[in-house]
């Protein structure tokens, strides 16, 4: 069995007010899940707090990840443990290259394992980029340059899926990661998560598009709606909400008496 992201009976609020309002989700290693629903559902909420943002405020529920809470943990940690986030707008650090960057995070990847890990050593590392950035057809001067400084909505995720490519994670969250995007962007993306993805990945894509998933491929789709997953199935039921939107789900709910 590979590692799993169990979110159990999450509650979450932020100033006060309740944002989700008991979810539960579980993501494993080797599986594609994509999370929709409309503006205000609590989608990136829970992206937030899945990687530890201190502005979000667990109220009840945990979350497990590998078989353990980790609700305690900081950022940091979490991503130590395998976890990764792409974010809707990733931050720029001028001065420091894409390879500095990732070495210095694979570093600390490392050291979570072995705590005496000396970090790996620079020709490694220069053949590991190497690797990586032709697997994903990038140019090699990528690496040279400044993290997200100056880059393009394209460039910047390809910065993103390179961190995936090097540091491996078990688990890969893309939020919102199609927003503002031109095409050529979102297939960079797509391309490089269909080629990343496999047993030893599981990816949790959050999107309010359809159109991301006409790339990245899920077996699993959620809908939330109010704080809660309302509807869970297959592929078949992005393409449902594409045509018919979301009143469907909201009559059904009022039907339900929520």
Partial sequence: MGAALEIRNLHVTVEDQP???GVNLIVRQGEIHALMGPNGSGKSTLSN???GH????V???QIIFDGVDILEMEPDERSRRGLFMAFQYPVAIPGVTVANFLRNALNARRRMTNPEDKGIPIPAFRKLMIEKMDMLRMDHEFAGRYLNDGFSGGEKKRA???QMAVLEPQIAIMD???SGLDIDALRVVSEGVTTLYGPNLGVLVITHYQ???NYIKP?????MMDGQIVESGGPELALHLEEQGYDWLREKQNGSGK
């Fill in 59 to 61: 109220t009840a529920g």
């Fill in 211 to 213: 159109r991301i998933l």
């Fill in 176 to 178: 919102e990661t199609d």
């Fill in 49 to 51: 707090t899945i990687m």
């Fill in 19 to 21: 944002i989700l309002k």
């Fill in 160 to 162: 993103e899926i390179l």
């Fill in 219 to 223: 077996q699993f789709v959620h809908i």
């Fill in 54 to 57: 201190p502005a979000y405020e």
